[in-house]
């Protein structure tokens, strides 16, 4: 059996992510870096600016048509909002190679995944925040918990799967009886290692709540309550079919007008559709 104390030492174990996003990460660090330098990365990487220009141009972006090159895109979203989505779809590629032979499948989770990322990134709109970096990715990898365990883990994580399915729990709970901490946990652990931004490390770390100890999180409540949403609306399969209450703190964090969410899902709807092609 493998144990969560074992998972946690074999993390020097877990690879590193592609070089890409090392690399982007060494030049962000650095303030003397351009947007030539930049680009210049991504470039090299076809794979990777084929599926920036095309979630940019997308209509979830709102740019459609109009970004041609990965400079372009640079100036017009931000360092920080092209090398998250480098991160998501770095990310994505590393756990999608593995199949399974039970409930849970990496495409239907990576659905329910994405489909929180661009409900993240709605909420933050409605909201009217300025800054927007780091919502769509941190909704999109707030359960990559979830594939620790499928990938280091996988016969202890599918008594999870049974346990939660049998009695009705909520996965993180069955997670903890398996495996003495969560996906959430083991998710954070993992992201820090990984050198993660503290943002998205927290919104991994308290999706289930909402709420960061002693902090207004407006991102973290934003994955919490997109999550709920898209459980809600059954877009892809995160490994349990519950649908949580919404913490009622988070909610007042959030400070949303009546009939906000309703108005996010038909574009949610949309998004789903043409992000998931794009990244799946």
């Known amino acids: 059996m493998v144990s969560a104390e074992r998972i946690i030492e ?10 890409i996003y090392s690399s982007l990460a060494d030049v962000l660090a650095d303030p003397c870096s351009s947007t030539q330098d930049i680009s210049k990365i991504i ?7 084929s599926k920036i220009l095309k979630i940019v141009n997308s209509p979830f972006y ?3 048509g109009q970004i041609d090159t990965v400079s372009r895109a640079i ?28 409930i849970f499948q990496p495409v239907h989770f990576w659905g329910h995944s994405i489909a929180v990322g661009i409900a993240t990134k709605s909420l933050a709109g409605i909201m009217g925040l300025t800054k927007q970096d780091n ?13 620790i365990f499928f990938e280091f883990a996988e016969e202890q994580f599918a008594k999870a799967l049974e346990l939660a399915a049998k009695k009705r729990l909520a996965l993180h709970l069955a997670e903890e009886t398996v495996f003495g901490l969560d996906h959430a946990q083991i998710g954070a ?10 943002s ?16 207004s999180d407006k991102l973290v409540a934003a994955v919490h309550l997109g999550n709920i949403l898209v459980r ?33 899902i038909p574009s949610l709807l949309r998004g789903y559709e043409e992000i998931s092609r794009i990244l799946l």
Do not use: M
């Open 43 to 49: 470039s090299c990487d076809q794979a990777s600016t």
């Open 232 to 264: 809600a609306l059954e877009l892809g399969y995160p490994g349990d079919n519950l649908i949580p209450q919404p913490n009622q703190e988070a909610l007042e964090i959030l400070n949303l007008e009546p009939g906000s969410l309703t108005k996010i």
């Open 135 to 147: 919502f769509f990715t941190a909704g999109v990898l707030h359960d990559i918990g979830k594939l």
């Open 189 to 198: 652990l993992v992201s820090e290692k990984w050198g993660f931004p503290p």
């Open 200 to 215: 998205i490390v927290n919104a991994l770390r308290y999706h289930q709540t909402g709420l960061v100890p002693e902090t």
């Open 75 to 102: 100036v017009i979203l931000g360092y920080n909002e092209i090398h998250n989505l480098i991160l998501t779809s770095c990310i994505i590629d590393f756990f999608s190679k593995k199949d399974s032979s039970f």
């Open 10 to 19: 074999n993390l020097t174990e877990i690879p590193t992510l592609p070089t």
């Open 62 to 64: 709102g740019f459609q």
